[in-house]
């Protein structure tokens, strides 16, 4: 999706790992996507630049989708979509 796009999706549940080392964000988003709804939204924001590629690969590991990355002011915010 397109930044503009996600900057208006409402996500079900917000992880904030700013602060963070790797993996940590990862492993706060695997812990909290249990408390998704099906077909739900998580938003991670993560200050660290790793968590950009590791969540999406995850995501799509085990199912769920990757909808898109957004940069902000020394953080990013990436949206996954609960899919099993």
Known sequence: MQATVLENVRADKVVDARGMACPGPLLEAKRQMASVPLHGVMEVIS????????????ARKVGHEYLGTVADAGFWRI???RMK
């Open 47 to 58: 200050s660290d630049e790793g968590t950009t590629t590791d969540v999406p690969l995850w």
């Open 79 to 81: 949206y996954v979509r």
